[in-house]
C-alpha cells in the first residue's frame, strides 16, 4: 500500500504549515514541544506531491494575507482605483520577462537545465503583458507611456524590488514562489470581477484587456496548475524555498495593495494628475484636459 505524502515548510520561525497529499492543511506551532518529539522541526526531506504541494502554497498565501485581514481595506470600486491597479499591473509586469530570462540563465549555469526550461517558457508567456496595460489605460484617455514613467503607486515597491532581488540571487529558485502568489491571486478574478470594472468604464471601450489576461478567464489558471506540478517535482530544499517565497511575497502583496486601498480617490486623483502633468476631467470619458481645475468632484 503506498503510503500518503506529508509535507511541511517552516515559514515564520514559529508556525509551520503542514499539508497531506488528500489535501488536509493546518498551521502547527511548536510550543512547549522540544525538538527531538516534534516530527516537524527538522526540514522535510521526502518527495512531493501534487495534493500536499497545493496545501503548502495556498496556506503561505493565506497565512501572508492573515496579518492585514482586521485592517483590509474594501472601498468601493471607482475608475480612478481601477487605473491605479492598471498602473501597477504595468509595473509589476515590465520586468518579468527579463527577470525571469535572468533567473533561467542562472540555473543554466548551475546544472538545473529543468529550472532553467521552465522559468523560460514563463518569460515567453509574460512577454508583452505590459502592453496590454498599456492600451488598457490608453483606451481610458490616459497618456498611458507618461503615466507609468512618472507613477509608481507606493505600495507597490517593494513587492517589485522583491521580483528584481530574488532573480538576481546565486541561487534564484525563490522567484518561483513569487511568481505562484501572484498568478494565484490573479487566477481568483472571475466573470463578475470582470464585468464590476466594465460597468465603470465609459460606454464602448474596452479596457479590460489585461483584467481578461489575469484572470480565471486567461491562462493563469493552467499556469497555476503546471507550476503546481512542477514544484512538486523539485527536491525538498527548492520546496522549501518556493514555499518560503511565496508567503514572503503575500505579505509584501498584502501590505502593498492595502496601502494603496486606503487611499481615498482625492488622493488618487492627485497622483495622477501629478503624474500625468496637467489636470484630468474626471468625468465618464476621462479625457486630460488642462482647462479643469485641479481636484474636481469625481463623476463616478
Known amino acids: 500500500m503506498t503510503r500518503s505524502v506529508t509535507e511541511w515548510v517552516n515559514v515564520t520561525g514559529d508556525i509551520s504549515i503542514i499539508a497531506r497529499e488528500s489535501g488536509e492543511v493546518w498551521f502547527h506551532t511548536p510550543s512547549g514541544l522540544k525538538d527531538n518529539v516534534d516530527p516537524f522541526a527538522t526540514p522535510m526531506t521526502g518527495a512531493g506531491a501534487a495534493g500536499s504541494t497545493i496545501g503548502l502554497l495556498d496556506g503561505a498565501i493565506n ?9 483590509l481595506a474594501r472601498p ?21 520577462p527579463r527577470n525571469l530570462r535572468r533567473a533561467a540563465s542562472r540555473f ?26 498599456l492600451k488598457d489605460l490608453r483606451a481610458l484617455g490616459m497618456p498611458g507611456e507618461r503615466l507609468v514613467a512618472n507613477f509608481f503607486p507606493e505600495g507597490l515597491k517593494a513587492l517589485c524590488k522583491r521580483f528584481d532581488d ?12 513569487y511568481s505562484y502568489c501572484l498568478e494565484r491571486i490573479a487566477a481568483l478574478k472571475q466573470v463578475t470581477d470582470i ?7 465609459p460606454d464602448g471601450v474596452d479596457a479590460t484587456r489585461f483584467l481578461r489576461s489575469h484572470s480565471a478567464l486567461g491562462s493563469e489558471v493552467t499556469h497555476v496548475e ?9 527536491p525538498a530544499n527548492d520546496r522549501i524555498r518556493v514555499v518560503q ?17 486606503l487611499k481615498s480617490e482625492a488622493e ?12 484630468l476631467l474626471y468625468r465618464r470619458d476621462l479625457r486630460p484636459s488642462s482647462g479643469e481645475k485641479r481636484g474636481a468632484q469625481p463623476a463616478v
Do not use: W
Not at 475608475?79 to 509589476?92: C, D, K, P, R, S
Not at 530574488?166 to 514562489?177: N, R
Not at 464585468?195 to 468604464?201: F, G, Q, R
Not at 517565497?245 to 486601498?261: C, F, I, P, R
Open 195 to 201: 464585468e464590476k470594472v466594465k460597468a465603470l468604464c
Open 226 to 234: 503546471e507550476t503546481i506540478a512542477f514544484v512538486a517535482s523539485l
Open 268 to 279: 488618487m486623483l492627485e497622483e495622477l494628475q501629478q503624474a500625468v502633468g496637467e489636470a
Open 63 to 71: 497565512l501572508g494575507f492573515a496579518g492585514i485581514e482586521k485592517c
Open 245 to 261: 517565497e511565496t508567503y514572503e511575497s503575500a505579505l509584501l502583496m498584502a501590505e502593498g495593495y492595502n496601502h494603496e486601498l
Open 166 to 177: 530574488l532573480c538576481i540571487q546565486d541561487y534564484p529558485i525563490g522567484c518561483i514562489g
Open 108 to 133: 543554466n549555469e548551475l546544472g538545473r537545465p529543468e529550472v532553467a526550461a521552465y522559468l523560460e517558457e514563463r518569460a515567453r508567456e509574460e512577454t508583452g503583458h505590459d502592453r496590454l496595460a
Open 76 to 96: 468601493e470600486p471607482t475608475l480612478a482605483g481601477y487605473i491605479v491597479a492598471l498602473v501597477g499591473a504595468y509595473h509589476t509586469s515590465v520586468d518579468t
